[in-house]
């Protein structure tokens, strides 16, 4: 730390310099540098790719068709670009404001503007700016004109004075400073404020706190029962730098719930000794700053005290400023959890074209129910009152099981709310009464988001014939079929796969989100004349309002008969078709190129690798194997680098590859329904539900998700559980502890584990502040799962349970029927259901 005499922040420069224009070019220069080295690519692919996005390219167009522009940058390293851009193009205008500000008050130095221009944050800029902020006047600026301020100066130059002696001299009655002590009082404030105000000081000391101060949290008194959800924090200390971000929005949040104290301290509380020599460090870097020290001269002992004053009034702005960051970084942390999970969900395994039975779960309300054929259209719907009070067991199966052999339906889609497990055991039924004539999967969906869809004005245009209610039912039949065509209906945040959303900012989740779903909608591509305004919509260089012109130019004109058709759409103009095209599938059509995703601008070298294949056009729906053997460089012109070629030929191959895995389900064990039944060391398999900072909750068939910590992945280090798993995988688990009580499930990937192991960290039995858990923003304490649906009209909080398919195949694990269903089962069979 430089030792600097204090510049009186009253003094004014003899004479400001003239600001200096901005030179665009030189600016630009800077901004693609400073992005360059934090993505570890070149200034001259952030140039190129900033180009095309200031140009209104989007983000998957420059990923996929502008590849030799940008040095073949992803669409993961432009979103990182892009959001980088907005935040240095921010920092850049601010950092204008604040030079022309200081210059407007004629306090602009050549060393002041040279220390803004260095400024690389935000937080920088403003400690730098604050001495210089139009504020209410403060003590320190009242003393001042009242002539205080060379006392001050005197004794912080010359400790060898007396404190009383030389305040004498500046009594001023005019200004209510009547005594010595009124002045060295007065005096004080002047150097507490100059101190507090000093940019590098401040920098350095908030840098010290982050990593040696603690974060210091208590329960309040009275809150002991009514916050036990926030137990693991009633009596925590843990350096800033250190905490995990779901452990930040967790003391956040119960500081907002009023459970919790929350402080940012310089140490232990608990050990005086500890805490005054940690404080102690603190106010001896103020007073090296200051040039002052315990000499025993006559001021030192008043400087020494100003000096500790100085980092009092310090510690309040580093402690907010902190807060500011722990949140920040927290917030950031769960936005990118929140978006790997949505990526995941939305691009999880399509069912594909089969007719599926939907049915949304009710006790009193009655089982809604709904089936859509293989293109998701609907055909029939209902509903069944299996449940209490009514317990209409033997019609609703009977009902279920005409609309199943009706309609040839091969799925079930069972909602995972209220009842969700009562009605997974009349689809099992179900299935056992219509085997083996007709061999039916079911699986459990999360119904996160369905009843927000289902009073929607797009599922009213959607379907119009429907109640509400019914609606939902479609919704989650149709996601099963087609997870990526029915989730992009609904708002990204609603659909329940976050950490926190409700604790972080709106616009930030949102840019981030529906980034991700503007990524998965362009990378599996879109059919034109099948898909619904709300999938167009996501569509690059689309949007809502062409969507809705499309299908009804559709609609008025029958289907697309090739892509270049598009440009008849109103108000779709040639960079909209740019962006759009390669995105768009026309199948069938006049064009066989237009089913692929070959852009309509290289459909020229298209035809030129086919030629030379000796293929044809009309060979491309059906795939082209025979590209092997053809060198891409031999196509390569000025229009078209290798990148291009290569993504052609593979795409020729394979025309319309969907990037989605292929549909699998998890099976679950016979007997192994409820959390009691589960024991120590049982390998299971189960379902990925949702992946959070700290681990992953798993599905195993049980109604209550087990927690994987993160600690219990990998037998090698990891520092993000989605480098081991994503929503929606079917993974393998041994459990290591069951706690029916508590409903709280411990399980490990690693299953050479024994069983009983206690997991790391408090997290390891669900125990990271039950807080951590609270995926949609429903609160902490759910019981160690993450946030399912809450949007019903019944609580189906607790009521969930993931896909339950058939038993493996190969073996026979059904169940004899129960004797009170075996006269209905012969019922069936007479009307020529079920064998």
């Not at 602009?108 to 800029?125: F, N, P, V």
């Not at 004109?145 to 030389?166: F, I, K, Q």
């Not at 907002?256 to 402080?263: A, F, P, Q, S, W």
């Not at 998890?666 to 299971?684: C, H, N, R, T």
């Amino acid at each position: 730390m430089d030792r600097v005499t204090q510049t009186p922040s009253s003094a004014v420069p003899a004479a400001s310099p003239a600001l200096k224009p901005v030179d665009p070019d030189e600016l630009n220069a800077r901004i693609y540098a400073q992005i360059a080295e934090e993505l570890g690519v070149k200034p001259w692919q952030v140039k190129a790719a900033v180009e095309l996005l200031d140009g209104g390219s989007t983000v998957p167009f420059i990923a996929r068709y502008r590849k030799e522009v940008t040095g073949t940058l992803d669409d993961a390293q432009l979103r990182d670009l892009e959001e980088r851009l907005r935040y240095l193009r921010e920092l850049e205008d601010r950092r204008r404001s604040v030079l022309e500000s200081i210059a407007q008050q004629g306090k602009l130095t050549a060393e002041l503007e040279a220390s803004i221009q260095a400024a690389d944050t935000k937080a920088r800029l403003e400690d730098i700016y604050l001495p210089f902020k139009s504020k209410r006047r403060t003590k320190a600026q009242i003393v001042r004109e009242a002539g205080l301020e060379p006392l001050a100066d005197a004794l912080l130059a010359n400790p060898g004075l007396e404190p009383e002696a030389e305040a004498a001299g500046y009594l001023n009655s005019e200004h209510a400073i009547n005594d010595a002590a009124e002045a060295l009082a007065g005096a004080r404030s002047i150097l507490v404020e100059r101190i507090s105000q000093d940019a590098d000081l401040v920098t350095e000391l908030r840098e010290r706190l982050w990593k040696q101060g603690l974060v210091r949290a208590q329960v309040r008194e009275g809150m002991e029962s009514e916050g036990q959800k926030f137990a693991d924090y009633f009596d925590f200390a843990q350096a800033p730098s250190g905490l995990p971000s779901h452990r930040v929005l967790a003391l956040l949040r119960g500081e907002k719930e009023g459970v919790l104290d929350l402080n940012i301290v310089e140490g232990d509380v608990s050990d005086k000794e500890e805490f005054a020599a940690a404080r102690g460090r603190y106010e001896n870097a103020v007073a090296y700053k200051l040039s002052v020290a315990d000499q025993g001269r006559p001021a030192d002992k008043w400087l020494m005290q100003t000096a500790q004053l100085g980092w009092r009034r310090i510690l309040v702005k580093l402690a907010i400023d902190l807060r500011v960051r722990l949140f920040t970084d927290a917030e950031d942390e769960a936005v990118r959890i929140f978006a790997a999970n949505l990526r995941d969900v939305l691009l999880a395994a399509p069912a594909g074209n089969r007719a599926t039975l939907g049915l949304d779960p009710g006790l009193r309300t009655g089982v809604k129910v709904a089936v859509v054929d293989g293109t998701g259209k609907v055909v029939a719907t209902d509903t069944i009152y299996p449940h209490a009070p009514a317990k209409k067991w033997d019609d609703s199966l009977v009902t279920l099981a005409r609309l199943s052999e009706k309609h040839n339906v091969d799925l079930v889609a069972i909602g995972n709310g209220t009842a969700s497990r009562e009605t997974d055991k009349l689809a099992t039924e179900l299935i056992k009464l219509l085997a083996p004539k007709q061999k039916i999967q079911k699986l459990v969906v999360s119904e996160a988001g369905a009843s927000i869809y289902s009073a929607s004005a797009l599922a009213s245009a959607e379907l119009p014939e429907l109640d509400v209610s019914i609606r939902g039912a479609v919704s989650i039949a149709r996601r099963l079929q087609d997870p990526l065509a029915e989730l992009v209906k609904i708002d990204p945040k609603s659909i329940g796969v976050g950490q926190y959303q409700h604790d972080i900012t709106a616009a930030k989740l949102e840019r981030s989100l529906d980034a991700v779903v503007e990524d998965c909608v362009n990378a599996v591509g879109v059919d034109v004349n099948t898909a619904s305004p709300s999938l167009l919509a996501r569509v690059a260089g689309v949007g809502p309002l062409l969507s809705e012109n499309i299908v009804s130019f559709r609609n008025e004109n029958g289907p697309f008969a090739k892509r270049s058709d598009l440009k008849k759409v109103p108000r779709l103009g040639a960079k909209a078709f740019e962006q759009c095209s390669g995105f768009l599938r026309i199948t069938g059509g006049a064009e066989p190129l237009d089913s692929s995703s070959v852009h309509p601008e290289a459909y020229g070298v298209a035809r030129k690798i086919l030629s030379a294949a000796g293929a044809a056009a009309a060979d491309v729906p059906r795939g082209v194997g025979s590209l092997a053997t053809l060198d891409p460089q031999t196509f390569v012109d000025d229009a078209f680098g290798l990148p291009t070629v290569r993504d052609i030929i593979s795409e020729l191959e394979k025309p319309g590859r969907d990037p989605r895995p292929t549909f699998t389900t998890a099976s679950f064990s016979e007997g192994v329904e409820k959390i009691s039944d589960l024991v120590p060391g049982m390998v299971l398999e189960g379902t990925v539900t949702n992946v959070a900072a700290f681990g992953a909750f798993v599905d195993v068939g049980v109604h209550q998700d087990g927690l994987v910590h993160i600690s219990a992945m990998s037998n090698k280090f990891i520092s993000d559980p989605h480098e081991v798993v994503k929503s929606g995988q079917v993974v393998k688990v041994k459990v290591l502890e069951a706690d029916p009580d508590r409903k709280r499930i411990s399980l490990t990937l690693r299953l050479d584990d024994e069983a009983g192991a206690k997991q790391g960290g408090r997290a390891a039995a669900g125990r990271d502040g039950s807080a951590d858990k609270g995926s949609s923003g429903g609160g902490p304490g759910k019981g160690g799962r993450p946030g399912p649906s809450r949007d019903r009209g019944e609580s189906k909080g607790n009521s969930r349970s993931g896909g339950r398919p058939n038993p493996p195949r190969g073996r026979d694990n059904r169940k004899e029927p129960a004797p009170g269903n075996t006269a209905m089962a012969e019922a069936l069979r007479r009307a020529g259901l079920g064998k």
